[in-house]
């Protein structure tokens, strides 16, 4: 079960929301990123379990960071988050190697443990 996580939004009160719950749910928060340039660079050096990323970035988009994340070797998990329905991307969330897709306003320990487990 993933434990350490990198929280990958453009949005400094989202990161902040979602780092006080899932300290909360027993996650530990290991670093935070405001691009998927940034994710992608943060992910290697700090190597989390779970890259919760938001799919609407600055730079490259969420789908892009999943696939460069998920092709390496020892790869965290990834999971998806917008603020739009999930239904919107389609099959862009299965085929980029997330794990899954969960909308902001339903993030929770336990979801993530759904899509991770």
Avoid: W
């Avoid at 989202?14 to 998927?36: I, K, N």
């Avoid at 994710?39 to 999943?66: M, S």
């Avoid at 897709?101 to 979801?111: E, M, Q, R, V, Y």
Wanted: aromatic share 4%.
């Amino acid at each position: 079960m993933p434990t350490t996580v990198l929280i990958v939004d453009d949005h400094p009160s989202f990161r902040a929301t979602a780092r006080l719950l899932l300290d909360g749910d027993g996650y530990t928060v290991v670093g935070e990123a405001e691009t998927g340039t940034s994710a992608v660079t943060k992910a290697l050096q700090l190597r989390p379990d779970l890259v919760l990323l938001d799919v609407n970035l600055p730079d490259i988009d969420g789908f892009e960071v999943a696939r460069r994340l998920t092709a390496q070797e020892a790869a965290p998990a990834v999971v998806l988050v917008s603020s739009r329905d999930g239904r919107d991307f389609g099959p862009l969330v299965e085929r980029c190697g997330a794990r899954g897709f969960i909308g902001k306003a339903d993030l929770s320990g336990d979801a993530i443990r759904e899509l991770v487990s």
